[in-house]
């Protein structure tokens, strides 16, 4: 086990852009942490964060395709895992079973069963892991959640979230095609059925349902719907989910749809979230207020929160946009906090973790459980857009016998979960 103030060992498995924001973020922001590998199985990904370590570390890191070479080596204490979303659960699990810690990109996991299996493999095995909902370590997030315990808000009646972003570009079907010089899609695949090469599935995994639960919602809704769930006290899995949408802008063939409605029945009141990728007039907290002391325009927030007391509305937003209170017939601001972008408190507390052996802040239950109603959002979507229900004790689908279906993944023998 590491000890406080030794050295720290990563590995960087999947060397996209997310991964490698992530890696470098790390090394830049904690003390005394060095990378001994970059595990990518595509040649054309990891030449730019593997030269970037090199610099800051005065030696290259290795580059391997095999996350195994990672697991099997005694020196490296933690991974960050920032593959394509299929690939999360079994990474996280092996590499818990081999004794790392682990940071894990959203969303963490695509079944139920693969979200048990993560956290059995990080209890059973003593592993810190670390969910990528970075929202979780920002001061204006642990200050939101407090003002709402406090009762300030009064009591929740509803909240609502969303995820509005701007529009995608049209999309076309490639032909199957030749395994590009330096891929090993056997590898890439991994768990998922073995096909045929094809650059829409490779480059737009996130088209998908074998590989995400869509770039929208998976890819982002994930962050909001986590930190709506922190704010409000992190309550357990809902006990019905509806969602309806489909495909708005462009009629092609992609399996995600572009516009989700969903309703979360909480028990004692409702969340709604609000997922798409057609508003070009919706946009992000701007660059210029995640690392000030502004908020930002809530009406056309793509990612704001909105929490509805019987004393007043709060609107929160991600990215470091901090939240405001509004209370009274005038509308007037009651409470406030300011936010900043939280990506490198998050990364510092990933391994301040792996050396205090502490929880972290963004757990693997919590991570699961944010991934988990974003699943059952696109498992309501997928049988129909029919309601389910859900057994908030088990966890197991009810009423709804197609979801309950597809929600059980078919792996690759080889990589079975067991």
Same mark, same amino acid.
């Given at each position: 086990?590491?000890?406080?103030?030794?050295?720290?060992?990563?590995?960087?498995?999947?060397?996209?852009?997310?991964?490698?924001?992530?890696?470098?973020?790390?090394?830049?922001?904690?003390?005394?942490?060095?990378?001994?590998?970059?595990?990518?199985?595509?040649?054309?990904?990891?030449?730019?964060?593997?030269?970037?370590?090199? $610099?800051?570390?005065?030696?290259?890191?290795?580059?391997?395709?095999?996350?195994?070479?990672?697991?099997?080596? $005694?020196?490296? &204490?933690?991974?960050?895992?920032?593959?394509?979303?299929?690939?999360?659960?079994?990474?996280?699990?092996? +590499?818990?079973?081999?004794?790392? &810690?682990?940071?894990?990109?959203?969303?963490?996991?695509?079944?139920?069963?693969?979200?048990?299996?993560?956290?059995?493999?990080?209890?059973?095995?003593?592993?810190?892991?670390?969910?990528?909902?970075?929202?979780?370590?920002? &001061?204006?997030?642990?200050?939101?959640? &407090?003002?709402?315990?406090?009762?300030?808000?009064?009591? @929740?009646?509803?909240?609502?979230?969303?995820?509005?972003?701007?529009?995608?570009?049209?999309?076309?079907?490639?032909?199957?095609?030749?395994?590009?010089? =330096?891929?090993?899609?056997?590898?890439?695949?991994?768990?998922?059925?073995?096909?045929?090469?094809?650059?829409?599935?490779?480059?737009?995994?996130?088209?998908?349902?074998?590989?995400?639960?869509?770039?929208?919602?998976?890819?982002? +809704?994930?962050?909001?719907?986590?930190?709506?769930?922190?704010?409000?006290?992190?309550?357990?899995?809902?006990? +019905?989910?509806?969602?309806?949408?489909?495909?708005?802008?462009?009629?092609?063939?992609?399996?995600?749809?572009?516009?989700?409605?969903?309703?979360?029945?909480?028990?004692?009141?409702?969340?709604?979230?609000?997922?798409?990728?057609?508003?070009?007039?919706?946009? /992000?907290?701007?660059?210029?207020?995640?690392?000030?002391?502004?908020?930002?325009?809530?009406?056309?927030?793509?990612?704001?929160?909105? @929490?509805?007391?019987?004393?007043?509305?709060?609107?929160?937003?991600?990215?470091?946009?901090?939240?405001?209170?509004?209370?009274?017939? $005038?509308?007037?601001?009651?409470?406030?906090?300011?936010?900043?972008?939280?990506?490198?408190?998050?990364?510092?507390?990933? @391994?301040?973790?792996?050396?205090?052996?502490?929880?972290?802040?963004?757990?693997?239950?919590?991570?699961?459980?944010? +991934?988990?109603?974003?699943?059952?959002?696109?498992?309501?979507?997928?049988?129909? /857009?029919?309601?389910?229900?859900?057994?908030?004790?088990?966890?197991?689908?009810? =009423?709804?016998?197609?979801?309950?279906?597809?929600?059980?993944?078919?792996?690759?023998?080889?990589?079975?979960?067991?």
């Amino acid at each position: 086990m590491t000890k406080a103030n030794d050295k720290v060992i990563l590995a960087l498995i999947g060397a996209g852009g997310r991964g490698s924001q992530v890696i470098l973020s790390i090394v830049h922001s904690a003390a005394n942490v060095e990378v001994k590998y970059v595990c990518e199985v595509d040649a054309q990904r990891g030449g730019n964060v593997i030269q970037e370590l090199s $610099k800051l570390q005065g030696y290259e890191p290795k580059r391997v395709a095999d996350m195994r070479q990672v697991f099997d080596d $005694k020196d490296v &204490d933690g991974v960050v895992i920032a593959t394509p979303e299929h690939w999360h659960a079994p990474a996280t699990i092996w +590499a818990c079973e081999a004794g790392k &810690d682990v940071y894990v990109e959203k969303n963490v996991c695509l079944t139920m069963d693969e979200g048990r299996k993560m956290i059995e493999a990080a209890t059973q095995n003593k592993r810190v892991v670390q969910c990528g909902t970075q929202n979780r370590s920002g &001061d204006y997030a642990f200050a939101a959640r &407090d003002y709402i315990a406090s009762g300030e808000l009064g009591a @929740i009646v509803t909240v609502k979230t969303y995820c509005m972003l701007p529009g995608t570009r049209e999309w076309i079907l490639k032909e199957d095609s030749p395994v590009p010089e =330096g891929l090993d899609w056997d590898r890439w695949l991994g768990p998922a059925e073995k096909v045929p090469y094809n650059v829409s599935r490779h480059r737009g995994w996130y088209d998908w349902w074998a590989y995400s639960g869509g770039a929208a919602m998976s890819g982002d +809704a994930s962050h909001v719907i986590d930190l709506a769930r922190m704010a409000v006290g992190d309550p357990g899995l809902p006990q +019905a989910v509806f969602c309806a949408g489909g495909r708005v802008i462009f009629k092609d063939k992609r399996e995600i749809p572009d516009n989700q409605t969903v309703v979360f029945d909480m028990g004692t009141y409702p969340m709604t979230l609000e997922s798409s990728q057609y508003g070009n007039y919706m946009t /992000k907290t701007p660059q210029e207020i995640r690392f000030s002391d502004r908020f930002p325009e809530w009406r056309n927030n793509a990612t704001r929160i909105e @929490i509805y007391g019987t004393k007043g509305v709060m609107f929160l937003g991600r990215h470091g946009g901090g939240w405001q209170v509004f209370g009274s017939r $005038k509308f007037e601001e009651i409470a406030k906090g300011i936010g900043y972008f939280p990506d490198e408190p998050h990364h510092r507390n990933f @391994i301040d973790c792996i050396r205090s052996r502490k929880m972290p802040n963004a757990p693997i239950e919590q991570g699961v459980l944010s +991934a988990t109603m974003v699943n059952l959002a696109n498992l309501s979507y997928r049988s129909g /857009k029919k309601w389910l229900g859900v057994d908030v004790v088990t966890g197991e689908i009810t =009423g709804n016998d197609e979801a309950a279906k597809l929600d059980k993944r078919i792996y690759r023998e080889e990589y079975k979960l067991g």
